[in-house]
Each structure stands twice: as structure tokens, then as C-alpha cells.
């Protein structure tokens, strides 16, 4: 049996071409997320609610917000997935934000490799890392499939664990 507010979600999914797909079957939703190219399966049976919120961010803007039956929270966004960072394997950090998206992946992988490439921001490159985990571990924690990110994330942990310093992401060696 689908949860109320089901039909509602696909609406605001329709309303957002480009940033998911949805493919139906049965009582079950399948989505695409058009940036990062990543599939959730979302089954009707696992969700306790669905709620239409108000963007404070970007006003006009709405969101869903989708609570499972085991308390993981999920967020469909004009972003894409959003989702809160786990601290499973890092333990509490103060964060500048309490949800996060593929797309913050992004952005802030390619700062890790801008530092990564200069050794006298290993500190920071490695506080970056902790960051990154985290939000790998949320977006794992709700189902998303990211065993690719964190493997490019522990390559540069491992490069930095062995004071190496990573090639400029803009193709410049790194100082000898």
C-alpha cells in the first residue's frame, strides 16, 4: 500500500525534469538522479512519511522529505538526493551543514585534490577527508551506491598517509 503523500512526491518529481527520472513499478519508485548519475529504489512499504517543505535557503522553493520505517531520513531536491552525514566511522565533527548532496561531493573532492597537491595544506586536505566520509556515509547510509567515491577518497588518504603529494588537478607536477 503506498503512503499517503505518494502521489504528491511524484508530482513534484514531474515538476523537476532533468534533475530525476522515475521509472514505477508496481508500488515501488525507481529514481535517477540526472547529476551524478545515481538510482535509489524507493519502496512504498519502507516509507512511514512523505512531506512537502518549504526551501528556507532559495524561497519559492519546495522540497521532499522522505522518512523510513527505520528512521533514515532522504531528501529529493532541486539538487538532487540530499541526506543528513553519518558520523559511523568518524565520529561527531562540527559541520557547516546538517544535509548534503552528490553535488557537495563534487565540489568539495575537487578542493581535496587542489589540496592534496600542495604539501603544506595537508592538515587541511585531511580535515576535508573526514568531511567527505561523512558525507559518503550518509548517502551510503540511505542507499545510494558510492563505493567509486570512496575509493577516490581513500586513494588520496592513502598518498597522504605516505607524504605524498598528489599532481595538480590542472596538470602541473607536484614540487619536489
Not at 511524484?10 to 513499478?25: D, I, K, M, Q
Not at 508496481?26 to 512531506?51: C, M, N, Q, W, Y
Not at 512537502?52 to 531536491?77: A, C, H, M, R, W
Not at 552525514?85 to 578542493?111: A, T
Amino acid at each position: 500500500m503506498k503512503p499517503p503523500h505518494w502521489e504528491m512526491m511524484l508530482a513534484w518529481l514531474r515538476s523537476h525534469p532533468g534533475v530525476f527520472t522515475v521509472r514505477e513499478e508496481g508500488e515501488d519508485l525507481f529514481l535517477l538522479e540526472g547529476h551524478s548519475i545515481k538510482t535509489l529504489p524507493l519502496r512504498a512499504r519502507d516509507v512511514d512519511l512523505i512531506e512537502e517543505k518549504q526551501n528556507t535557503v532559495i524561497p519559492g522553493e519546495t522540497y521532499i522529505l522522505i522518512v523510513k520505517k527505520d528512521g533514515q531520513q532522504l531528501v529529493l531536491s532541486s539538487h538532487g538526493f540530499a541526506f543528513p552525514p553519518s558520523y559511523v566511522n568518524i565520529g561527531p565533527l562540527p559541520l557547516p551543514s546538517q544535509v548534503y548532496c552528490m553535488e557537495d561531493f563534487r565540489h568539495l573532492f575537487s578542493k581535496l585534490k587542489h589540496l592534496a597537491s600542495e604539501a603544506e595544506r595537508r592538515e587541511e586536505a585531511l580535515a576535508l577527508i573526514l568531511l567527505l566520509i561523512a558525507i559518503l556515509d550518509g548517502a551510503k547510509s540511505v542507499g545510494l551506491e558510492v563505493d567509486a567515491e570512496a575509493e577516490q577518497v581513500n586513494a588520496i588518504l592513502e598518498g597522504l598517509e605516505k607524504g605524498q603529494v598528489q599532481a595538480s588537478p590542472h596538470g602541473k607536477l607536484p614540487p619536489h
